[in-house]
């Protein structure tokens, strides 16, 4: 736990490291409660440090350090210094072997950093700062390493892995296995894994673009090995995809992929040696949704795309982490939107991003893309690092052209392959391959907050001439009060009113990036006959607020009309928000709440389009979330905002109710499940309709839920069902169905979690008192992250309505369970506390309850660095 007040750590601090290790070989004897480390490094001291010897300082947290020795000689205990958090060894020659053992308890480790125990299986998780709970080391990822590993385990564990190729392979008189695997690329230490356990595996093989045959092998618990294919599949997609985007070939022979239950994140892009959670890698069609499909492509792509913007080249420190993190998100992204629908791909992750990443920028943790200081880095795996900074590396590719960054990518990974860099090195790459200044674009990587953009216009009808008037701004964000304009690219079109889009230039060109990089700037288009409607931010080329007075009318025609898909969705979202504002509007001065007949027929004709891809139908229909609506407040006002949604949800379903019926029953079928972006898309829309029409609890939509449950073929739809009933059935029949689904799937880890989440994030069904009987159930984990992000998270981050009653029990009862999290795992405690960091947004009343939560928490004392980071923060 923490010290009085955790060391903040900075930016401009920065220094190479002291010394250099090129070779590092470790040795494990394991045992549950006393693993045996051994470590030997070849230690070098770094010719760019500067002169003399200063003592080795190395990184160590919870180790029981049993010896240390330079070339053979013991160091006598007096001689070294044990610190709070490593060792400091005096040393008198440049070059040296030092050897270390210590003792390790993979059984206590609840954090789920280092060597842990999931399921009896063991496995590792060290990035960023893990590995030092494995050994004494210099654990920072400018200092790379050729690593042999070397395992010994009993016989209970006969798959042994780590990184790299296996070597040798023998057995120990004893009757215990011994592996030893050599991974021939130098690394850091966050890259380091081990995994040990009683293992399945699926095995395929991949020729790569030159001829080389690769392995792939997949390891679970035996009662998973069905629900492999679809990761298998989607490694080889993502394997072939980054040889053709970005002529990148895989560069061992073996790559593998372990499925752990017991997991704080999504994945980890170990070094030929992925370790994944289990919900991001296991799927059948008859226990993951189309979502969970869908996710698990873009992670298996995005640690596999790693293996070359993370690992051949990795950051020189974590301050950096957007430069791997970033860009992999942008790789990833691009990677989904070419295998499915390219405009979905984009609405889904900006809908995010505005909700979350917006949010955060706002909030009291606001940090630029590069931040310039942290307490503790696992608290800046954050929104920011990852999705705005996919959007910084996407404004880059918008720049240049897919040639022009293609060009960039490939000088990067040639100048910098095998070296540890900063994300100056990738930008510097990208000019210097295109002959392009991005000076002021920099500031995207230096500073925080959301840029507004203003945007007015004006048309002289005599000359022909139309005038766009941009001013950009940004809030101040803690630490920064004024910030500098940014070089934004701004893409847009001008629609006529047949709803054309118009030339923009001489070449006839209809689609343009302007460069807004002033704070007030003008655009001219000349020789047109009438005022054209701007079609603003095409494809969200840029991470910002565009506020412009757009009509009704103005926004109906653009969601009939625009050629850009993502902004007919982008229009549906500015019109449904006006409504949603009004009435929230009305409902605060106690007016009566009406929805325009013109919002309900906009609705219905998008309904009614039988052009448009289904699943931007489903887009489209779904109003804002209330996070979205919260995020978007000048002052959230949650019973406002759950008033006024509830009533247009109502409002729609009632008026179109035969529409939506209609189109549920077109888009029933007997078709085998496939995740395919077709079949996706048809059932996002049923299920939508569905949704709708169980929001009026009229009896046959209630029938038409239970029999989709009932006779549902896979997962997806038994989800949406089922999720259905818990919101709008009547009691007695969400709890039969709840029954009914947990005793067929109570034996399915993945299933179970999903049960969990969607009672926990029903508004109707996840009231406190159920939220609290699910953690006494027996399936519940307080030491698995998947189970409490399932019932805590989804009451807190997913039902807006219970979580922010108004009597404040559900802000009491996050800071209850992050206080007891912290004890066990602090970086899902800090991460879990969220939602009540934002207390100034609030309207007063809640804010206050919000705060004094949030104090609780700080009050509670000996919080770790993690979550005193985060709660200190959000008090200030
Ligand atoms: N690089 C890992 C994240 C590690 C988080 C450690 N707290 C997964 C990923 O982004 O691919
Ligand atoms: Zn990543």
Partial sequence: ??????????????????????????????QPKATLVKSQLQVR?????????PPLQLDGVELELLSVSIDGELVPASRYRELPEGLSIPVDKAEFTLEIHNRINPEENTSLEGLYLSNGMYCTQCEAEGFRKITYYPDRPDVMSKFTTTIVAPRQYPVLLSNGNEIERATTEDGRQVVTWEDPFAKPAYLFALVAGDLQHVEDRFTTASGREVKLQLFTEAKNIGKCEHAMRSLKKAMRWDEEVYGREYDLDIFMVVAVDHFNMGAMENKGLNIFNSACVLASPDTATDASFQRIEAIVA????????????????????????????????????DMNSRAVKRIE????????????DAGPMAHPVRPDSYMEISNFYTLTIYEKGEEVVRMIHTLLGAAGFRKGSDLYFERHDGQAVTCEDFVKAMEDANGVDLGQFRRWYSQAGTPVLNVSDDFDAASGTYTLTVKQSCPATPGQEEKLPFHIPFALGLLDSDGNDLPLDAEGNTHKVLQVTEAEQQFRFAGLQEKPLPSLLRGFSAPVRVCYEYSLEQLQFLMRCDSDEFNRWDASQRLAFAALEKLQADFRNGDTLQLPAAVIESYRSVLQNRELDPALVAEMLALPSAQTL?????????????????????????????????CYLRLCNEREYSPSAADIAERSLKNTCLAYLAVTQAADAVALAEAQFAAAANMTDSAAALAALLNHAADDVAQAALQTFYDRWQGDTQVVELWFGLQSSSASWGTLGNVRALMQHPAFEMKNPNKVRAVIGGFANRNFTRFHDTDGSGFQFLAEQVIA??????????????????????????GEKMRAALQSVMDSGNLSRDLYEVVSKSLV
Wanted: hydrophobic share 40%; net charge negative; glycine share 2%.
């Fill in 821 to 846: 999290l912290d004890k066990l795992n602090p970086q899902i405690a800090a991460r879990l506390v969220t939602p009540i960091t934002r207390w100034k947004k609030y309207i007063p009343e809640m």
């Fill in 302 to 337: 995005h640690e596999y795309f790693h293996n070359w913007s993370g690992n051949r080249v990795t950051c020189r420190d974590w301050f950096q982490l957007s430069l791997k993190e970033g860009f992999t998100v942008f790789r990833d992204a691009e990677f989904s939107a």
């Fill in 45 to 53: 001291r770094n010719p760019e440090a500067g002169e003399g010897l």
């Fill in 630 to 662: 919260a995020e978007q407040a000048q002052t959230i006002d949650a019973e406002a905002i759950v008033a006024a949604r509830d009533f247009a949800r109502r409002e729609l379903a009632l008026a179109l109710k035969d529409d939506l019926h209609a």
């Fill in 1 to 30: 736990m923490r010290d009085a007040q955790p060391r903040t750590v900075y930016l401009k601090d920065y220094r190479v490291p002291d010394y250099l290790v090129d070779s590092t070989r470790l040795h494990f004897e394991l």
């Fill in 349 to 360: 992750d900006v809908a995010m991003l505005r909700t979350a990443q917006f949010a955060e």
